[in-house]
């Protein structure tokens, strides 16, 4: 039998071996493997490795490919949202509803769920692409968006404390190889083309800490200490307030003569933008930690 190369298998005498295991080991078995084996045939093997040397490269060593890490398959976002009067969620179908005036979500692809008295819990499909139209209550104004790939957050995107007029809407596009961001129309032309600076936007193990600070309080005469602690991202910023409305950094011991009605509201951040809020603590219960 002729070499394989050299072989006419289309001639009125040629003859056609089946394919047969590697194990085989009867007549003309060098030309007999299953096709999965062909890369351990050591012929194979040789006849590669002369072609190669017989290349342009000069017989150099060919390198082999370095293949990035493809990314991770997204497959669902979940979105809290707090702030807004109004917020349209639209699929790639052309589908839509309103979170905020609607019971739940007429779309099969999405979850809606009541987080507050103006908050909204959105879980949506990761394979589809979607468009929010969020209009501002006139409230401090907060989105929480995490993307998941098998059950775990491989991206977190937070704002906090979004300060936008009364009537403002923002737009926010999700897709599933792009990191989302809040745009707002500064010029008014109808076509929204300026980003908003996220508190934190995060991606891989840093993403996954969602867990907010916890604080210690403790009374000593007519002084009221508080640290907080956070073992994971670390503590960002303490803030104090004497009526729940106006916060400030707490640097110092606070006194007690300045606290409305014995109570004294606290709220922590993180760099991982997760708040800690507690609203009211009663100062008169020392040593309380919350």
Same mark, same amino acid.
């Given at each position: ?18 394919? %047969? ?7 003309? $078995? &060098?030309?007999? $493997? /299953?096709?999965? !084996? ?30 990035? /890490?493809?990314?991770?398959?997204? @497959? *669902? ?5 707090? !702030? ?17 005036? *609607? ?15 103006? $908050? +909204?819990?959105?879980?949506? +499909?990761? @394979? ?6 969020? +209009?501002?209550?006139?409230?401090? !104004? ?12 491989? &991206? ?5 404390? %979004? ?8 737009? %926010?596009?999700? /897709? ?16 929204? &083309?300026?980003?908003? /600076? ?14 907010? =600070? ?17 073992? &994971? ?9 004497? @009526?729940?409305?106006?916060?400030? =950094? ?11 009605? @014995? ?11 997760? +708040? ?15």
């Amino acid at each position: 039998m002729p070499p394989i190369g050299e072989a006419n298998l289309n001639s009125p005498n040629a003859i056609i071996y089946p394919v %047969l295991g590697s194990r085989y080991k009867g007549p003309n $078995a &060098e030309f007999m $493997a /299953e096709h999965t !084996g062909m890369t351990a045939n050591p012929d194979v093997i040789r006849t590669i490795l002369n072609f190669f040397a017989d290349s342009p490269t000069g017989g150099q060593t060919i390198q082999p490919l370095t293949l990035e /890490e493809p990314a991770p398959v997204v @497959d *669902s976002y979940e979105i809290l949202v707090a !702030g807004f009067d109004s917020v349209i969620v639209s699929n790639d179908l052309g589908e839509s509803f309103d979170a905020m005036t *609607s019971s739940g979500s007429p779309l099969m692809d999405a979850s809606n769920y009541v987080a507050g008295a103006r $908050a +909204r819990q959105l879980v949506l +499909r990761g @394979d589809i692409s979607y468009e929010l139209l969020l +209009r501002s209550d006139g409230t401090p !104004g907060l989105m929480e968006l995490t993307r998941k790939s098998s059950g775990e957050i491989v &991206e977190a995107v937070r704002y906090r404390d %979004l300060s936008l007029p009364m009537g403002e809407v923002v737009f %926010l596009t999700l /897709e599933s190889d792009v990191t989302p961001v809040l745009m707002r129309d500064v010029d008014k032309d109808g076509s929204f &083309e300026t980003d908003i /600076e996220p508190t934190v936007s995060l991606s891989g193990p840093g993403a996954q800490d969602t867990t907010p =600070p916890s604080i210690d309080i403790s009374v000593s005469g007519s002084e009221i200490s508080v640290q907080a602690y956070d073992p &994971e991202s670390g503590v960002k910023a303490l803030y104090a307030s004497y @009526d729940g409305r106006s916060f400030f =950094p707490y640097t110092k011991p606070l006194s007690r003569a300045l606290i409305q009605r @014995d109570q004294l509201h606290l709220m922590a951040d993180d760099n991982a933008g997760n +708040r800690a809020v507690y609203d009211p603590i009663l100062t008169g219960d020392p040593n309380r930690r919350r």
